[in-house]
């Protein structure tokens, strides 16, 4: 098996490696951007398998800047890309591949029928969801584990919203079984606010593939205290997806990696699962009408043994973080092992 091609935009700003001001300086190799060198043992194995081994497995970045950043345009739908423009969609798979990602996602993270129905695309729903997972595939080819992206309908279930669970669930089962045919091995379901949803697209997930599930939801501080949204706090989010059968519990986005390792402490004593983590590069902030994400790689490498101590085995970035982020994750998870 060839290492993947190094298809690498070139970089400045937020995306450059330099110094790193409070660990051991980032070597000039880290910032070459050249794949890591994998073994033949490390491919094609579950993530079960490649978390005992490595310890702390290594998630993928932002989809949405890297997409932007290749042109998609603000009313565009990011996943009609798919369809569109795969080799764009492919190339930010790919640099997530060649910045050492153990998981890379699917870009299919608002995938499902409910949310596609509304931009037109309801019927596209199994094509846009298959070529996502297909695509990731081609670029993992084998190097990484791919996946499925799945996030909320933004639809909320009755009696607070005008949805039913039953709804819900085979809105969700129709994505998740185009993910599963377009040959992922695992599903994401993310950027969850409310249990109930959580818990609808975890068991059309299950009834539906025999695939691993890692549900994931967003927490905000209120006060002293984290919560979702709608108020679901991260210990018992842990506890009750554990009950209902999610292999993997965990969160993403947020208000950068200081907050994502509150969370994670509270969330550890809730369940017995690993947890994954995909902090934002901060908390975003709107500049000259951009968003600006000010967390550097630097900071987020820093920060990551305390995450892991904190509980975390499954790490990675969400809005704002970039493929540099993710190479200097890898690097300090690596000093681990070794
Ligand atoms: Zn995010």
């Not at 550890?268 to 995909?278: A, D």
Request: proline share 6%; glycine share 10%.
């Amino acid at each position: 098996m060839e290492l993947p091609t190094l298809a690498y935009p070139a970089r400045t700003g937020q995306g450059t490696l330099s110094v790193n001001s409070c660990c051991v300086p980032l070597d000039s190799s880290s910032s070459s951007m050249t794949p890591l060198p994998l073994g033949s043992e490390e491919t094609m194995t579950d993530w079960r398998t490649r978390l005992v081994k490595k310890k702390v497995l290594i998630v993928d970045g932002a989809w949405g800047t890297e997409l932007i950043n290749r042109g998609l345009k603000p009313r565009e739908v990011p996943e009609s890309w798919n369809i569109e423009r795969p080799e764009e969609v492919h190339s930010v798979a790919l640099s997530y591949i060649n910045a050492g990602s153990d998981i890379i996602l699917t870009n299919t993270f608002g995938g499902s029928p409910l949310k596609l129905a509304k931009k037109g695309l309801g019927e596209k729903t199994e094509e846009i969801n298959r070529l996502g997972a297909e695509i990731s595939k081609k670029a993992a080819d084998g190097w990484s584990l791919v996946f499925g992206s799945i996030g909320p309908t933004g639809e909320l279930v009755k009696p607070l919203g005008t949805m039913t669970e039953s709804e819900l669930v085979s809105g969700f089962a129709e994505q998740a079984k185009a993910l599963a045919a377009g040959g992922v091995d695992g599903i994401v379901i993310e950027t969850m606010m409310d249990l109930a949803e959580a818990k609808a697209a975890l068991r059309a997930v299950k009834e539906n593939t025999s695939l691993p599930v890692a549900v994931t939801m967003t927490f905000n501080k209120a006060g002293r205290n984290y919560a979702t949204l709608m108020g679901v706090r991260p210990d018992q989010a842990a506890a009750e997806l554990e009950k209902v059968g999610a292999d993997i519990v965990g969160a993403n986005c947020g208000a950068g990696i200081d907050l994502m390792i509150e969370v994670v402490r509270l969330m550890r004593p809730g369940t017995s699962l690993p947890i994954w983590c995909k902090p934002n590069a901060g908390l975003p902030e709107l500049v000259d009408g951009e968003t600006v994400y000010r967390e550097s790689p630097e900071k987020m490498a820093c920060q990551f043994r305390t995450l892991v101590r904190a509980g975390a085995s499954i790490v990675g970035g969400c809005c704002g973080s970039t493929p540099a982020h993710i190479r200097a994750l890898v690097i300090e998870r690596d000093k681990l092992t070794h």
